[in-house]
């Protein structure tokens, strides 16, 4: 198991107080598990900190207007690719089949292409396997986290350290990404428009069912040793 994706998943979780509880352990174990440089790790810090000090709710708050009430932040990766397209249908579905291949076996309420959710399955991988799948979301991990670059979130440290481990991206597939119109999640008419053709699916990160393995992620992050050799499976940490 790689702790260090696990650990990612679920600082992009929806905030619970055993997150809370969990998040001062967070730091000494990427440091032992080096697969992040030091530099990114300390990025980290400010959203730890957070976890630590900000009441559950305010934290909560937070999460649903970032990524639950703004579609270009959405943490669902085949909504950025193909939108609401049959495409999406199909991809899921083999996305599903993917997971279920290796063990992994999800919640009929979790859809596969939740980011936290897909960051697990990469976590039970062999670390070289898992870095090159995390290739493929590549530059849509890239744009979200531009996105919470400007709107100077703690947040976009996740998706930067993400951005570390997946490497650089085409610069015209995440061009494409960058043109879509940033959505303002106060702006409640413009939010009902998008939304009105559709029923309203939140993830598993949602304050509609909390996340059924959150319990279970914690715990493995905590009880497991990092593989032997891990530190020589990504990429150089300088």
Same mark, same amino acid.
């Given at each position: 198991m790689t702790r260090t994706f696990k650990i990612l998943a679920v600082l992009l979780t929806y905030p619970t107080a055993e997150i809370q509880e969990a998040a001062e352990?967070?730091?000494? &174990?990427?440091?032992e598990e080096a697969l992040l440089p030091a530099a990114f790790v300390k990025r980290l810090k400010p959203l730890i900190a $957070?976890?630590? %000090?900000r009441d559950l709710? =305010?934290?909560?708050e937070r999460y649903v207007l970032l990524f639950d009430r703004t579609r270009t932040l959405s943490l669902h990766l085949f909504e950025h690719v193909h939108g609401e397209s049959r495409d999406r249908g199909q991809a899921m579905v083999d996305l599903k089949a993917m997971y279920e !291949?290796?063990? &992994? #076996? #999800?919640?009929?309420?979790?859809? /596969?292409?939740?980011? /936290?959710?897909?960051? %697990?399955?990469?976590?039970? *991988?062999? @670390? %070289? $396997? !898992?870095?090159?799948?995390?290739? %493929?979301?590549a530059h849509v991990i890239a744009a979200i986290g531009e996105r919470l670059v400007k709107r100077?979130?703690?947040y976009a440290a996740v998706l930067s350290a993400l951005g570390q481990l997946s490497g650089p991206v085409d610069p015209k597939v995440i061009e494409a990404l960058r043109a879509e119109p940033d959505d303002? /999640? $106060? +702006?409640? =008419? !413009?939010?009902?428009? !998008?939304?009105?053709?559709e029923q309203v699916t939140f993830g598993p990160g949602s304050?509609?069912?909390? @996340? /059924?393995?959150?319990? =279970?992620?914690?715990?493995? #992050? *905590?009880e497991e040793t990092p593989p032997e050799g891990i530190?020589?499976?990504?990429? +150089?940490?300088?």
């Open positions: 352990d967070f730091l000494p &174990l990427l440091k $957070e976890y630590r %000090e709710l =305010d934290l909560q !291949a290796k063990g &992994l #076996i #999800i919640d009929s309420t979790e859809l /596969p292409d939740f980011l /936290p959710l897909f960051l %697990e399955y990469l976590s039970i *991988l062999p @670390c %070289e $396997e !898992a870095l090159e799948l995390l290739q %493929e979301p100077d979130s703690s303002d /999640p $106060e +702006d409640l =008419d !413009a939010l009902d428009e !998008a939304w009105e053709a304050p509609e069912d909390g @996340c /059924p393995k959150v319990s =279970d992620m914690l715990g493995k #992050i *905590l530190q020589n499976g990504g990429k +150089d940490n300088g």
